[in-house]
């Protein structure tokens, strides 16, 4: 199978931006870990008392906390959850009880120290441990590895395994703006959000950060990852912080939110996914968390607050969309998706996925041509402003402005949090838009968006369900006819380009067949049933509804179901 | 909230015309109050005899023909011009805004911005991607996000009389409606909070269709059992609108909805009123339009809301029969008959 060819790189390598590991913002928190935790448990209890400010109140907090911890204990127990957890929090109900019988004084002391505990525990399983030598070392494995795998699969040779013809860039493609990254980690603290597909994303992007020359990122990584051992051991050492979707309570989502905040604040590049969990739909995200993203816009509200000059640190935030031929979970989240639409209710996060069928994947990867690519967007300030190569924020004319004045009341910088919850959904619509203008489009994307929309118009009668459960065999397109319609899609996706709308790979150009065949080659490559594919007859057809669904939902949003047809 | 040293500083109200002119008085009565008209003969004449379109002005009031110098001494400022110049003079304030501005809008109208060599007659179809709130012109516009609305049933000349009136102010910023409220209220003057920015100008905007239709009938002699079905049906044609462009329902039964609808609809003062009665009397929409000292905002409303509803495919009644009298050359009996007979049973089906 022939090597989709993007554009080479011009940038084969950078340069470390900072020179030793020492000067990293990273490493210094994870150096000062007991005092940096110290501080956040502080600031976090400071923010739960204000949440909760009432005795009373906080009481109630707490036995709820207890009753939920206890039940996710006995519904749903994972293998990185601490082995005290079930003695630990049955000991908190327990002093919880015997509040009852004591002093109101010495019960308000002993609450206090319960929260105290409490928060402090989940401050030190949130945090991350970065450790340099580990780093490295797990850096270096995984360069090694990656490498080799690449190196023979494409050549199919013993002994191909030791050469070095292929490196990870010429299977993964980072375009966008990259210098502008690069500049921007330099003047100011980055605050990166990727769209989330796959659980592979955190894996990639923590190899995109070192390869473009970035020191590490603190990012928020599900916990469910660490179940995967392999996973764990790297993502510990890349500087990932643990993010329990499983927990709920009030307190602990406040030491999350407050750990992300004075980490930013010290300066940390933070990375999170702010979908908060893979798309179920295959969707490029359009509701992201803003729980996390408010993070970032109260840290730069308490850096302008605490710094009176105009030497305040900078937080920007730089979209980015990873864009995969392939989504190794797609049959699972697709039918998650499908399961619970309609009803409000959270996906169960489960994970069927261990280190053998990580490996499996890894190398299924590497021995066939499915590439991957990275666009990084253009920097935002936090109010959703781009801003140019110095820092400086922009209005849409181009005209500097002083992002200060936005958090500014009668020449003061003020704390209204109520404003703020304003400009966290004001940010995270603009991430959105950059997403989807960002988003490149693959050959693949297109031939699943097309031969998808194509047969949901032969069955107008019928609604997505009822579509959906449709017999595979029964969906034929004659090519000509899809090679018709592909042919307008891609001509208004040239348009959009144009307009700055959408960018796409250089592999969708040129010759109409060779962009279809390298589309249907690669759709959901490694998927036992594939989406789609030509018949012996030359007829577009399909063995798996659902996942072509998935594939088809990525350019969903752009208003292209209009030109089907 | 409230801090000495902001007192100071003076307030802007932009445009001086007739409800510009009030709300820069009731301002004026807790602030000094910066007011800007485009004209400078405008400004002259209220520095010589301190009245404006009859209004005798506060003499806290200080008019202007200096937008800089405006924004620069004003934190929060009151935009009141019509919709049809409503985009024109944020293109020349915004250079001189910062986002620490507040813009509170008094104007009930849609901004329509068209591809070149277009009118809203030829143009295909029209969508919310060319008719915008003027809240949405100002973030379009400009830095400025805290960015809120006046709306209710506020008829300057009652105002002007310091008779009893409330407003809505609305703004997702607490801290906008907060600053609003401090600012205008009084004792003859309530002001409501409404979060939902949006609705709450679509409500405004709406009413003035309903508005004409109310003027129509009086013009025609009708009493008040007419004018209760107008009104009533009205209001639910507002909330299918509104929904259809954006806003939720509750916003249509507050103040800026029922309240206003109710004050416009019976008020011979109000100018869109005037037009529907006017009409119904028997002249033409040019006469009408030529001998208007200030714009209606309800005509050109008609012409967006009925061509914007044709891409959503809602069919609002009211505004498609309005729409054939006043452009179509239908008269307004026809339209009352035509109405009158149209099948339609269900009262209520949207709560």
Redesign the interface.
Known sequence: MEILEEKKNKNIGYKPILDGIPDWPVYQLSKNRKEFLEEVTQKAMEQIRLLRPSRKQLLEELETTVFREQNRIKRNRWRVDPKDDARFWARVKNDLIELGSKSAEEAAKKEEDLLHEIVLRYAKEIAGTFNPSSYRFAREVIKFWFVRLLNGARVKKFGAIFRNRYSLRDKIHIVGKVKMLRRLAKKGTVVMVPTHFSNLDSILIGWVIHSIGLPAFIYGAGLNLFNISIFSYFMNSLGAFKVDRRKKNLPYLETLKMYSNVAIQKGAHSLFFPGGTRSRSGRIEKQLKLGLLSTAVEAQRNIYLESEGTDARKIFVVPVTLNYHFVLEAPDLIEDYLQVKGQDRYFVEEDNYGSFQFIKFLFKFFTKGSNISVSIGRGLDV?G?YVDDEGNSL???G?I???R??F????KVTV?K??EN??TR?LASRVVTEYHRINRVFASHLVAFVAFEMWLRKYPRLDLFGFLRLPEEDLEIPYDEFKETFKKVRKEIYRMKEEGKVRHATHLKGDLDVAIRRGLENVGIFHVKRPLLRARNGNIITQDLNVLYYYHNRLVGYDLEKFIG | MTSKSSSDKPVGVIGAGNFGSVIANILANNRKVLLYARDEKVVSTILKTRKNRGHEMHPNVTPTDDLESLARQCDVIFPIVPSAHFRAMMKKLSPYLHPYHILIHGTKGFDLQLPKGETIETVKTLSREQVKTMSEVILEESVVVRVGCLAGPNLSRELAQRQPGATVVASPFQEVIQTGKRLLRNERFQVYENPDLVGVELAGVLKNIIAIASGGLSGLGYGENAKGLLISRGAVEMVYLGRVLGGNTKAFLGVAGIGDLVATCNSPMSRNYTVGYRLAKGETLQQIMDDMQEVAEGINTVRITKKCAEYYKARPLITDTLYKVLFEGMTVQDAVDYLMRYPLNVDIDFV
């Open positions: 109010m402003n209005d849409a004319s005209r402005i002083n992002a004045e936005y500014m009341t009668e020449q209204d109520q404003r304003e400009y004001m």
